[in-house]
């Protein structure tokens, strides 16, 4: 495979940043800083291709409001189910991810798989809208600790409304749809790499421990992800539709949630975040797979 098409190749790059981000550990500093500024970038790239006052409408309310449904009612409710089952402070690590909004991720997978871009930019808005009112609230009323919403709103300006802003330079300069690609997967592979290498740890944890949260993880990722895909395919939804649920019912912003475990809990409330963190990105690189045959 030649260095162009390698960089082109979303399956090579996320699967070369997973398996060196788990033999090296990650970056030796500033972790936090490089994952986010790799996701701005994703972000920036992915958003140049949307025309903003493509981004809202009637349409887009009703989507919203259905990921908003599935993100913070089923996903959510499943990820309390599976935090049942463990320790008080594993279960106070899942009821953070519960609250957890979506992962800014979900606007540029979308592109990705072929999805509708401008609604997901919306849906995913008005999701981190929605969890400022609702991160506070399930933490309190479920673990007695109300978390801050500062958090929340620097993640919506810093990865929202920043690249929204850039990717019109970037869609003013016209970069060709290989260049485009690229650099996107080149940002998503050093975003995998930072982050699977900085929560490899988990995976010496306890074996039995990390046997069943990872059963958890799966059920969590792949099992609400291929259900609501069977699910809305019954339903004849289109598969450019069915793409973003299908993100929405899959993913949780587990950065914020594994750093909201280590600053206000001990460490061991990180686990169940990290080890879905890397289930996530197993998950992407399989519906990359999975979508191009699978039927509109």
């Not at 993100?247 to 975040?273: D, M, Q, R, W």
Request: proline residues 4%; positive net charge.
């Amino acid at each position: 495979m030649s260095p162009t098409r390698f960089l082109e190749s979303y399956t090579v790059m996320m699967s070369l940043g997973l398996v060196l981000g788990l033999l090296t550990g990650g970056f030796p500093w500033y972790t936090k800083e490089i994952s986010m500024a790799s996701l701005a970038l994703v972000m920036t790239l992915s958003l140049s291709a949307v025309r903003l006052g493509d981004a809202w409408g009637k349409d887009h309310i009703m989507h919203s409001l259905k990921a908003l449904a599935v993100n913070y009612g089923m996903l959510t409710g499943l990820i309390l189910c599976i935090g049942l089952f463990f320790s008080e402070d594993y279960w106070i690590g899942w009821v953070l991810m519960a609250a957890a909004p979506s992962a800014i991720s979900v606007v540029p997978f979308t592109t990705v798989l072929g999805g509708e871009t401008s609604k997901a930019l919306f849906s995913t808005a008005v999701n981190y809208l929605a969890a400022l009112a609702l991160m506070p609230l399930i933490t309190l009323i479920l673990i007695g600790s109300s978390v801050s919403t500062a958090s929340l709103v620097y993640s919506l300006l810093l990865l929202i409304v920043l690249p929204m802003a850039a990717s019109r330079i970037v869609m003013k300069a016209k970069i060709s749809k290989p260049v485009n690609t690229s650099m996107m997967n080149f940002g998503f592979a050093v975003l995998i790499f930072a982050v699977t290498g900085a929560n490899r740890d988990a995976f010496f944890a306890e074996t039995m421990l990390v046997l069943l949260m990872s059963l958890g993880c799966i059920l969590r990722t792949f099992g609400s992800g291929l259900g609501t895909e069977f699910i809305l395919r019954k339903a004849k939804v289109p598969k450019s539709s069915r793409i973003t649920y299908v993100l929405f019912a899959s993913y949780k912003n587990l950065g914020l949630t594994a750093t909201l475990a280590i600053a206000l809990f001990v460490p061991e409330v990180a686990i169940p975040a990290t080890l879905c963190i890397v289930f996530e990105v197993v998950w992407i690189l399989f519906i990359i797979r999975y979508y191009p045959g699978v039927p509109e």
